[in-house]
């Protein structure tokens, strides 16, 4: 069993930073890509940075120039430093890993339970 635990979430104003944190724990596997995605109110859930195993970045263009993702592969962790964080930020932010298990042979997508981030005006 994979599971995906995250940290970091919280109420900041406008203009101000937060860092997201998100570890795979488990046994018996390797991370593919690592990434997070957000679910405003209302809203569809959409993608906001991943990176690969290699290091090969995406983000969203609404958050190019402000946040940054990063990868430690020997912890399993993912880190998403958002800065410049605008009321537009505000959504539950959800960690997604793409995993292969060494006991199905197969990948398979995991997702954390999310954490709140709030920003305020």
């Known amino acids: 069993q994979v599971q995906l635990v995250e940290s970091g979430g919280g109420l900041v104003q406008a203009g101000g930073s937060l860092r997201l944190s998100c570890a795979a724990s488990g046994s018996g596997f390797s991370i593919n890509v690592m990434g997070w995605y957000r679910q405003a109110p209302g809203k569809q859930r959409e993608l906001v940075a991943v990176?690969?195993?290699?290091?090969?970045?995406n983000y969203a263009d609404s958050v190019k120039g402000r946040f940054t993702i990063s990868g430690d592969n020997a912890k399993n962790t993912v880190y998403l430093q958002m800065n410049s964080l605008k009321p537009e930020d505000t959504a539950v932010y959800y960690c997604?890993?793409?995993?292969?298990?060494?006991?199905?042979?197969?990948?398979?997508?995991?997702w954390g339970q999310g954490t709140q981030v709030t920003v305020s005006s």
């Open positions: 997604n890993a793409n995993i292969w298990r060494r006991s199905t042979f197969r990948f398979s997508d995991y």
């Open positions: 990176v690969t195993s290699g290091g090969s970045t």
